[in-house]
Nanobody, 126 residues
Framework: VQLQASGGGLVQAGGSLRLSCAAS????????MGWFRRAPGKEREGVAG????????RYADSVKSRFTISRDNAKNTVYLQMNTLQPEDTAVYYC????????????????????WGQGTLVTVSS
């Protein structure tokens, strides 16, 4: 599976961005998807996860109610809609996939993901 993330950029605080992650190879509809981020000087953080089938989601508390993860299986693409962005959201954002079933509580753990995209930089200015 190959993942290509895009959509990052520079935005002012309070603004919005939508990240996309296009997948190739494998059966996209059967994969769980996730978004992670790494801010300068910080550990990688799970941002959002989306389970295949029932499309259950899980969000980090820091982004809940501001970010939305979704997928379009016809386009083999997962999205991350980010609203009300804040400077602390500045990071490189990565998409990733996992196989199998996960409880929602595990969706933000990097070690359950098998394939990773290259990352896209989001910079939020104050």
């Amino acid at each position: 599976v190959q993942l290509q993330a895009s959509g990052g950029g520079l935005v002012q605080a309070g603004g919005s961005l939508r990240l996309s992650c296009a997948a190739s190879g494998g059966t996209f509809s059967s994969y769980g998807m996730g978004w992670f981020r790494r801010a300068p000087g910080k550990e990688r953080e799970g941002v959002a996860g989306l389970r295949p089938g029932d499309r259950a989601t899980r969000y980090a508390d820091s982004v809940k109610s501001r970010f939305t993860i979704s997928r379009d299986n016809a386009k083999n693409t997962v999205y991350l809609q980010m609203n009300t962005l804040q400077p602390e959201d500045t990071a490189v954002y990565y998409c990733a996939t996992y196989s199998g079933n996960l409880i929602t509580g595990s969706m933000l753990r990097p070690n359950v993901y098998n394939y990773w995209g290259q990352g896209t930089l989001v910079t939020v200015s104050s």
